[in-house]
């Protein structure tokens, strides 16, 4: 995508009004081909969103998805059709955006302004490519587990 300026081969970085959060899950997976793990955090996440990841289902081996709790209360139908199309729901006091995702021993993060959701606002972010940053990521990511609730259906 060349909205994505690479620095160098392992990070690259946006800022646009074109580039949604989908369009980075794309460019990740298309990287990889596969996910033996993907983890999306977002404040939100739409239907259409879902629709994307179940279209993908086949390249994708465990889809982890952490939400923030009130949003995700509040919209209960569309966590309920999440839910049921991902292997694990967090919910949380969440507001980070971050697209992880694992192959074989690839891997890929994006640390996105952009919700799971399709806004056409400007919105940045950072990818790291096979960096080690990614390695405190998943070191914290375990925190937020911890210290979230796993949706129930």
Do not use: C
Not at 35 to 52: G, K, M, Y
Not at 98 to 121: D, E, K, P, V, W
């Amino acid at each position: 995508m060349d909205a994505i300026t690479w620095i160098d081969s392992t990070i690259g970085i946006y800022l646009d009004n074109k580039i949604q959060a989908h369009h980075i899950f794309d460019v990740m997976l298309s990287e990889l081909q596969t996910a033996d793990e993907l983890v999306i955090s977002s404040f939100a996440i739409t239907e259409v969103w879902v629709r994307r990841l179940i279209r993908n289902k086949e390249k994708l081996n465990h889809i982890i998805l952490i939400l923030d709790f009130t949003v995700a209360s509040r919209k209960a139908r569309n966590t309920d059709f999440a839910a049921q199309n991902v292997n694990e729901l967090y919910l949380t006091k969440q507001h980070s955006k971050t697209i992880y995702m694992r192959s074989g021993n690839r891997q890929m993060l994006a640390l996105i302004s952009n919700n799971a959701t399709n806004n056409q606002r400007f919105e940045s972010g950072v990818i790291f490519r096979d960096h080690p940053a990614i390695n405190i990521y998943l070191q914290k990511l375990e925190t937020v587990k911890n210290e979230s609730a796993i949706w129930r259906i």
